[in-house]
């Protein structure tokens, strides 16, 4: 049995849990991408798991120029939390973006 002095967990229950990402940038600008959220825990996660997808289709069609730029780029979603997330409704499409002063991804 809990104790009622364990912290509540900030997110659903577990289950699948899908959310909508769209790139904001001006090489990979409109790239987009679902996302399972089951194991997400914090924004940095989010942006690496959008930058692990694109690397592994520009490593599949040997785009290695691509592969570089994907490893350089800083993205970073801003405005919402991860909370927010997970409580949007699940057509919601969220930005990530790399061409603005806020860096928040944590």
């Known amino acids: 049995m809990a104790s009622i002095?364990?912290?509540r967990p900030t997110h659903p229950p577990i289950g699948f849990?899908?959310?909508?990402?769209?790139?904001?940038?001006?090489?990979?600008?409109?790239?987009r991408v679902t996302l399972d959220m089951t194991h997400i825990r914090n924004l940095?996660?989010?942006v690496n798991e959008i930058k692990y997808k694109l690397y592994f289709i520009f490593k599949q069609m040997n785009l290695d120029l691509l592969c570089k730029k994907i490893d350089n780029i800083q993205f970073h979603?801003?405005?919402?939390t991860l909370d927010d997330i997970f409580i949007s409704?699940?057509?919601?499409?969220?930005?990530?973006?790399s061409h603005c002063n806020d860096k928040t991804t944590t």
């Open 17 to 31: 849990i899908s959310r909508t990402f769209c790139i904001s940038d001006e090489l990979f600008g409109g790239y």
């Open 77 to 80: 979603i801003h405005d919402v």
């Open 89 to 97: 409704d699940s057509s919601a499409v969220f930005y990530v973006c």
């Open 5 to 7: 002095c364990s912290p």
């Open 44 to 46: 940095g996660e989010i």
